[in-house]
Nanobody, 119 residues
């Protein structure tokens, strides 16, 4: 089993920055992709950014050039540096980790951390 613990959310003014962290714990696992998703009331959870264990990153168009995802494989930790934040970035941010399991993958989710950007 893999547990994900997020930190770093909070309240920030538009144009400000926040850094989210997500640490995976457990034993005997290897994680492939890790990433961040966000959800706002009434909307589906949407991808923000993902990164493979090899370091290839993928971003939602809305956050490109503003957000940066990185990963420390030795610590099983993924980070999301969020710059030039906008009110529309407000939401609950969820960490995701994928673990290969035989012929499939298992998805794990964190509890979510609130990010609020005031105008």
């Amino acid at each position: 089993q893999v547990q994900l613990v997020e930190s770093g959310g909070g309240l920030v003014q538009a144009g400000g920055s926040l850094r989210l962290s997500c640490a995976a714990s457990g034993s005997g696992f290897r994680l492939s992709a890790m990433g961040w998703y966000r959800q706002t009331p009434g909307k589906q959870r949407e991808l923000v950014a993902t990164i493979t264990d090899g370091g290839s990153a993928n971003y939602a168009d809305s956050v490109k050039l503003r957000f940066s995802i990185s990963r420390d494989n030795a610590k099983n930790t993924v980070y999301l540096q969020m710059n030039s934040l906008k009110p529309e970035d407000t939401g609950v941010y969820y960490c995701n980790a994928r673990r290969p399991y035989f012929n499939t993958v298992v998805d794990y989710w964190g509890q979510g951390t609130q990010v609020t950007v005031s105008s």
